[in-house]
């Protein structure tokens, strides 16, 4: 007989997991330096802010039927041109639309039901630079009946 040792298993131990790598922080920002009397003057302002330094009145104006708020803002652009202001649109805006479900019987059969919808028509008009004679001609006009005028200053 042979004399065999028992073996025992051996156990090789786990790899161990590389640390994560962070990214480099990026160095703080330089200091701003004072503009000097060599570089450029600042330019001037573009978009909104440009706007704001000019006077101007927003309307909005609300209606139910398109074509009556379409002749009440084309009467508006007319009026406020020949006075001699600047004016930017009509701008159409979304639609409101309110829809209502009611039941076509007052008794029982809540499967027969009639559904009705209101649409409310929008419009915005800028009026830049009025002058005084724009806001009298504004306010002497005379618009059909179910235009809802908003004015903003």
Request: charged share 35%; proline share 13%; no cysteine.
């Amino acid at each position: 007989m042979t004399d065999t040792a028992p073996t025992t298993p051996t156990t090789v131990p786990a790899p161990e997991p590389k640390p994560k790598r962070r990214k480099p922080t990026p160095p703080p920002p330089a200091d701003v330096v004072a503009p000097t009397s060599e570089q450029k003057p600042a330019r001037a302002k573009k978009g909104k802010a440009a706007e704001d330094e000019h006077a101007r009145i927003r309307i909005k104006i609300r209606a139910y039927d398109h074509k009556i708020i379409d002749e009440s803002s084309k009467t508006i652009v007319e009026a406020a041109k020949r006075s001699g202001a600047n004016v930017r649109g009509p701008v159409p805006l979304p639609t409101e639309r309110r829809r209502y479900t009611v039941n076509r019987s007052p008794f029982i059969d809540k499967d027969a039901r009639d559904q009705y919808e209101m649409r409310i028509h929008k419009r915005l008009l800028d009026i830049v630079d009025p002058t005084p004679k724009t806001i009298e001609v504004l306010t002497s006009l005379s618009l059909p009946a179910g235009v809802s005028i908003e004015v903003k200053m």
